[in-house]
């Protein structure tokens, strides 16, 4: 049977969407691409951009599980901290459709794809390429989800990871 997956890539001024189709060892791009939020706008505003977007995106593409990226602390605490903010708003939106979320970290994502977890971005969209034949993400940020989205695939089935996700499941 086959399972819609999608992968989140939280920014505030930009999140990066990829939804695929796992059946088996199998894995189809679905669509990918990013949403936005308006610089100009409040902080509270430009998240609920965010959420109302990707709600459009989960609605469309009916996803059955979701995966987002940790969040990485950086050198700027403001700017991790609007991340973190950013982050919730991403996390709220499949968690509020009832769809389950995994979240996984920068170096087990580029790991599960490259075998290597400080591959760099290159790298990754280089085998986003081998493992969705025809995927072309438009920006960076839609392939980082895509990339998120293959590590749930290979990872969803893990005792840990399934067992969140099943009990998100049940909660639906």
Known sequence: MA?????LDPGLRRTGWGVIQ???NSLVHVASGAVTSTAALPLAERLSQL????????????????????T????????TLKLGQARGAV????????????????NLIKKSLVGNGHADKNQVQ?????LLP????????????LAIAICHAHHRRTPLVAEAVLAEGARR
């Not at 025809?134 to 989800?145: F, V």
């Open 134 to 145: 025809g995927a072309k993400p438009e920006t960076a940020d839609a392939a980082d989800a």
């Open 51 to 70: 959420y109302e977007a990707l709600a459009v995106v989960l609605t469309a593409h009916d996803p059955a599980e979701a995966a987002v990226e940790e």
């Open 72 to 79: 990485f602390v950086n050198k700027n605490p403001s700017s």
């Open 3 to 7: 399972t819609r997956l999608i992968g």
């Open 126 to 130: 280089a085998m986003i390429r081998i």
């Open 91 to 106: 996390m709220l939106a499949p968690a509020q459709a009832g769809i389950p979320v995994a979240e996984y970290s920068a």
């Open 22 to 24: 796992v059946e088996g």
